[in-house]
């Protein structure tokens, strides 16, 4: 028969609120929705292999996860909570899986805002070294450059001015 317990002896859903020593990390707890959606595409990949799946309100990122084990040929991890990004790329790469890097995905989405809207895109960055290092930063051009007050320097680790630049993939 079919598996069809979903959180058999987790604390989290079997310990009083009281006894845990821990703040509830809402974004991380393995919800019960988010196992058997996965465990559903798993059980029957035909669902989503080939098809584009978004995963909304993503938490840990199961869900997307399985869609491209599955085969899916397009996955959008989707959540209100930064912090579940970061649980997703952990998870992806607990799972042998390389998440695109944020700027090759920025770069594809803003292609497709660009030809199917005619956007104009504007990014500021403060010369970030992922930003600096991404080919992208081939098909940007400069716009406006700010000094940062002492104070703002400090809490981004001593960077001393941001940009403005235009994407122009034209270039």
Not at 3 to 30: H, K, M, S
Not at 40 to 54: E, K, N
Request: with cysteine.
């Amino acid at each position: 028969g079919e598996n069809t317990e979903v959180v058999g002896d987790c604390r989290f859903w079997t310990e009083r609120p009281e006894l845990w020593p821990y703040e509830d990390p809402y974004w991380a707890i393995y919800w019960p929705g988010g196992q058997a959606l996965s465990r559903f595409l798993l059980d029957h990949p035909a669902v989503c292999r080939g098809q584009t799946v978004l995963d909304l309100g993503s938490g840990c990122g199961a869900s997307a996860i399985a869609a491209i084990l599955c085969g899916a040929a397009h996955v959008v991890a989707n959540d209100i909570d930064p912090m579940a990004a970061v649980a997703t790329h952990m998870n992806s790469e607990l799972n042998g899986l390389q998440p695109p890097s944020l700027a090759t995905s920025l770069h594809s989405w803003l292609n497709r805002c660009m030809e199917t809207h005619g956007t104009k895109v504007l990014i500021g960055d403060p010369g970030r070294a992922q930003f600096e290092e991404h080919a992208i930063r081939r098909l940007l051009r400069p716009l406006a450059q700010f000094e940062l007050p002492d104070s703002v320097r400090e809490e981004n680790y001593g960077l001393s001015c941001s940009g403005v630049w235009s994407y122009t993939p034209e270039l």
